[in-house]
């Protein structure tokens, strides 16, 4: 079937599966599957492997990922989403920040084919180690999965210019396991309301990320 716009900047569908457009020919990242119509290669974007997609899929449609927006990622792991903002905007930048040693070597070669993705190995709960590496971002996305998620994307609210709009990929099992999701994701909200910013989305990832929600948030 023909992969055609998905309604949202640089995504695409089949009618099924969503798509990115590939900013490195040839080359899958995490084994995703390749799809060339024309002189154009798509790569297959998996929503049960990436938060973002699973909120497309969900029906969410604030989306400011632009051909040049600048990204704040925080939780990049491997570069699994981070290489699909990478497509969406092409010529703007993405800064990954992570964590863990072990997936963020995966991050480095992520960053030799894309010019585009700037790794930075460190905490998220602690943004001024970063600052520097960037001018106020368009975008902030976290999927950190800690128990202090809220607090940590408060912080980095800091380096988001005001009108941009901040995804927090919410894991309900993060704060406490025992407790029901959706009085995790309420209370969640509700400290993010009394924050200067205005709550544009909230949608829940299930069934492709278990208890997991995503909170769109505007800020000023
Ligand atoms: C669920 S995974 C992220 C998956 C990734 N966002 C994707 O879609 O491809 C969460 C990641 O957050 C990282 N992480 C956890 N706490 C962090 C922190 N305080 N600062 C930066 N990264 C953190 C973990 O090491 C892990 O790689």
């Known amino acids: 079937m023909a992969v055609r716009p998905a309604g949202v900047d640089g995504v695409y569908t089949d009618g099924s599966w969503l798509y990115t457009r590939n900013l490195t020919p040839g080359r899958s990242v995490y084994g995703e599957s390749l799809h060339r119509e024309g002189d154009v290669e798509y790569r297959?974007?998996?929503?049960?492997?990436s938060k973002l997609a699973a909120y497309l899929k969900r029906g969410g449609r604030v989306w400011p990922f632009a051909p040049t927006s600048a990204v704040l990622y925080l939780g990049a792991a491997s570069g699994t989403t981070v290489?699909?903002?990478?497509?969406v905007c092409a010529q703007g930048n993405v800064l990954a920040v992570e964590i863990a040693p072990r997936p963020f070597r995966d991050l480095v070669r992520l960053a030799e084919s894309r010019a585009n993705v700037v790794p930075f190995l460190g905490d998220a709960a602690r943004p001024e180690a970063y600052r520097a590496r960037t001018r106020a971002v368009d975008v902030v996305y976290q999927?950190?999965?800690?128990?202090?998620?809220?607090?940590?994307?408060?912080?980095?609210?800091?380096?988001?210019?005001?009108?941009?709009?901040?995804?927090?990929?919410?894991?309900?099992?993060?704060?406490?396991?025992?407790?029901?999701p959706a009085a995790l994701y309420r209370d969640a909200i509700d400290r993010l309301r009394r924050a200067d910013v205005s709550i544009l989305d909230t949608r829940?990832?299930?069934?492709?990320a278990a208890d997991h929600a995503a909170i769109v948030v505007r800020k000023g």
């Open 44 to 49: 297959r974007w998996d929503a049960n492997r």
């Open 83 to 87: 290489s699909h903002v990478s497509d």
């Open 143 to 180: 999927d950190v999965a800690q128990r202090d998620q809220e607090t940590i994307f408060l912080r980095n609210l800091d380096l988001l210019r005001s009108g941009g709009t901040a995804f927090l990929l919410l894991k309900a099992r993060s704060t406490d396991v025992a407790a029901d």
């Open 204 to 208: 829940r990832l299930d069934p492709f």
